[in-house]
C-alpha cells in the first residue's frame, strides 16, 4: 500500500509559529545580536516583534534565513545539553 509521505516527525520547525520562533531568538539574543546574524531594519532600527514578524511575512528569503538562524541556535543547544550530559550528538 502506497501511504502519502509524512513529515519528519524530528524536524524542529514543526508546529513551531513564526512568533515563537522570534521570540525564542530575542529572549537569547536580543536584538543587537539578532542585527548581527541577519542585517535587517526591523532589528535594526525601532525594533519590536511586531515589526518584525510584519517584515518576515513578507520576506520569504528573510523568514528562510531566520529560520536558518533559528536551527543553528537549536543545534547548539543540543550540543551543550549533550556536553554537560557527557552524551555526543551527530
Excluded at 37 to 58: A, G, M, Y
Aim: charged content about 30%; aromatic content about 10%.
Amino acid at each position: 500500500m502506497n501511504q502519502a509521505p509524512r513529515n519528519n516527525p524530528k524536524d524542529p520547525l514543526e508546529g513551531k509559529t513564526l512568533k515563537a520562533i522570534l521570540t525564542e531568538l530575542y529572549e537569547h539574543f536580543g536584538w543587537e545580536g539578532l542585527s548581527r546574524q541577519l542585517s535587517v531594519n526591523c532589528f535594526e532600527d525601532n525594533p519590536s516583534i511586531n515589526s518584525s514578524l510584519k517584515f518576515f511575512r513578507k520576506t520569504p528569503w528573510a523568514r528562510t534565513r531566520l529560520e536558518n538562524i533559528y536551527l543553528s541556535f537549536l543545534q547548539g543547544k543540543l550540543r551543550k545539553e549533550a556536553a554537560n550530559r557527557g552524551d555526543s550528538v551527530d
